[in-house]
Nanobody, 118 residues
Framework: QVQLVESGGGLVQAGGSLRLSCAAS????????LGWHRQAPGKAREVVSS???????SYAASVKGRFTISRDNAKRTVYLEMNSLKPEDTAVYYC????????????WGQGTQVTVSS
């Protein structure tokens, strides 16, 4: 089992920045990738960004160039640096861990709210 705890959400004005953190614990040696997803009210959950154990990153087109994912293996933490935030970035952001990206994500955090005001 893997436990994920997110932090860093909050209220920010458009154009501002936030950094989300996700601390992982448990059987993290079985994890090959960590990712950030988000779900806005009335919308489906979507993948925002992911990073593999080898450091390969990917981003949704809507956040590319504005968001940066990184990981600190010593701290067992993955980060999402969000810059130039827009009101449409408002959502609950979830951290997730996958044993294999081909099979999808296996573990989820409880989510953290990000609200961007215009």
């Amino acid at each position: 089992q893997v436990q994920l705890v997110e932090s860093g959400g909050g209220l920010v004005q458009a154009g501002g920045s936030l950094r989300l953190s996700c601390a992982a614990s448990g059987s993290i040696s079985s994890i090959s990738a960590l990712g950030w997803h988000r779900q806005a009210p009335g919308k489906a959950r979507e993948v925002v960004s992911s990073i593999t154990s080898g450091g390969i990153t990917s981003y949704a087109a809507s956040v590319k160039g504005r968001f940066t994912i990184s990981r600190d293996n010593a701290k067992r933490t993955v980060y999402l640096e969000m810059n130039s935030l827009k009101p449409e970035d408002t959502a609950v952001y979830y951290c997730a861990a996958a044993r294999s990206l081909l099979r999808g994500y296996d573990y989820w955090g409880q989510g953290t709210q990000v609200t961007v005001s215009s």
